[in-house]
């Protein structure tokens, strides 16, 4: 049922924020402050923002919250250089997203 999906998405949602690699994805990009990030990211996303999408009910399914997570990461794989900082913590938490989507679903 959509309720208990949204569930699951919940419990992900709140291992994805407390992951020692989350810190470049709690909170939206400041877009002042990193050049070049409006004119190359057309669709900004990120952890925060996802919980306040589930908390209002924007996700109809788990689909939907799997498509933004998903963004999350693409997003970080285009701006990011592999070897960087951000790069390097965007790939572990890809790894650790897709590891545990696939334990509870
Ligand atoms: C995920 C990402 N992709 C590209 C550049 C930066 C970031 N992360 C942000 C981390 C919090 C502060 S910030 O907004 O300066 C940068």
């Not at 419990?11 to 990030?37: I, N």
């Not at 190359?40 to 689909?63: A, G, H, R, S, W």
Request: proline share 5%.
């Amino acid at each position: 049922t959509p309720n208990s999906e949204l569930a699951v998405c919940r419990v992900l949602l709140a291992e994805l924020e407390a992951h020692q690699d989350a810190w470049p994805f709690l909170s939206p990009v400041k877009l002042k402050s990193v050049p070049g990030y409006r004119k190359v990211i057309k669709k900004p996303m990120d952890f925060f923002t996802i919980k306040e999408k589930l908390i209002n009910n924007m996700y109809l399914n788990q689909e939907n919250f799997i498509i933004d997570v998903n963004l999350v990461f693409d997003n970080c794989q285009k701006f990011n250089e592999d070897d960087s900082e951000i790069g390097q913590a965007g790939h572990r938490m890809k790894r650790f997203f897709d590891k545990r989507w696939t334990e509870l679903l």
